[in-house]
């Protein structure tokens, strides 16, 4: 004969159907339903309640053990991933900023790779530098174009001068 379950539900099914209905991920109405139905007596069941929900008795054991600890907040918990840590630290990124904005602009994205490595002893590819420059600060890389050494200083002023006024 298959398992009884005693679970003591604080809520009420009114507050349960409620959620159940402005509830927005599928996870969270699973969960839900499973509490409305255990809290309406329509499932008595562990093994009833794990085949209407279509999931594993030990995953139904699992939700019902969160329930019981910390009750609905636990139960409807969403657990995210802590990822990667990000290459570049908040630090440098804000020294990488202000230098950008403010400071001697860089020549090029492997002159970045280079002040980063010396100010801060990262070693980043240039790859990662040039995507958090470019999209990560939206900053371009501002230097003047090169002039030849020859030019002479107020040419344009003496070919304004001189040249026939249009009609």
């Known amino acids: 004969m298959a398992r009884q379950l005693i679970v ?4 009420s099914a009114e507050n349960l159907e ?3 209905k ?3 991920s599928a996870s969270q109405k699973e969960r839900l339903q499973m509490l ?3 809290k309406t007596g329509q499932v008595t069941q562990h093994q009833t309640l794990a085949q209407r929900l279509g999931r594993d008795g030990s995953t139904v054991t699992r939700w019902l053990q969160k329930y019981r ?3 609905l907040s636990e139960l409807l918990a969403v657990k995210k991933a802590p990822g990667k840590s990000p290459h570049l ?3 440098a990124l804000v020294g990488l900023q202000e230098r950008l904005e403010k400071g001697p602009g860089f020549k090029s994205y492997g002159e970045i790779v280079e002040w980063l490595k010396i100010t801060y002893q990262l070693h980043l590819k240039y790859a990662t530098v040039y995507h958090w420059v470019h999209y990560g600060l939206q900053a371009k890389l501002k230097v003047p174009r090169p002039q030849s050494a020859v030019v002479k200083v107020n040419a ?3 070919f304004k001068k001189t040249s ?4």
Do not use: T
Request: hydrophobic content about 30%; aromatic content about 16%.
């Open 89 to 91: 630290n908040y630090e």
């Open 8 to 11: 003591a539900i604080a809520e």
């Open 36 to 38: 409305w139905w255990l």
């Open 164 to 167: 026939p006024q249009p009609y």
């Open 22 to 24: 402005n509830s927005r």
């Open 18 to 20: 409620k959620l159940l």
């Open 156 to 158: 344009h002023e003496h």
């Open 69 to 71: 600890q910390g009750g």
